[in-house]
């Protein structure tokens, strides 16, 4: 499940951040690992800044170690 933003939702409005139930359970149901990206902190409110500082996150039976990916994707030389 896609995780939003909530860039233009009212101050009022908040998701907690990381895996939902869906991702855990779809994770253990296929024995794969899951990798999100999601804002860091516990929990975003509405009228947040797009930009705000992302982690990733690993979970699931297969878990790979907590990296921030695009640092392995767009590694400079």
Do not use: W
Not at 26 to 31: I, K, R, V
Not at 33 to 51: A, V
Not at 52 to 69: A, E, L
Request: aromatic residues 10%; charged residues 30%.
């Amino acid at each position: 499940m896609e995780k939003q933003p909530l860039v233009f939702d009212k101050k009022t409005t908040s998701r907690i951040t990381g895996p939902s139930q869906c991702d855990l359970d779809l994770a253990q149901s296929y024995n794969l690992p899951g990798i999100l990206r999601d804002y860091k902190g516990p929990e975003i409110t509405g009228g947040h800044d797009i930009n705000d500082s992302y982690k990733d996150i690993t979970f699931g039976p297969t878990k790979r170690p907590d990296i921030q990916y695009n640092d392995v994707i767009y590694k400079k030389t």
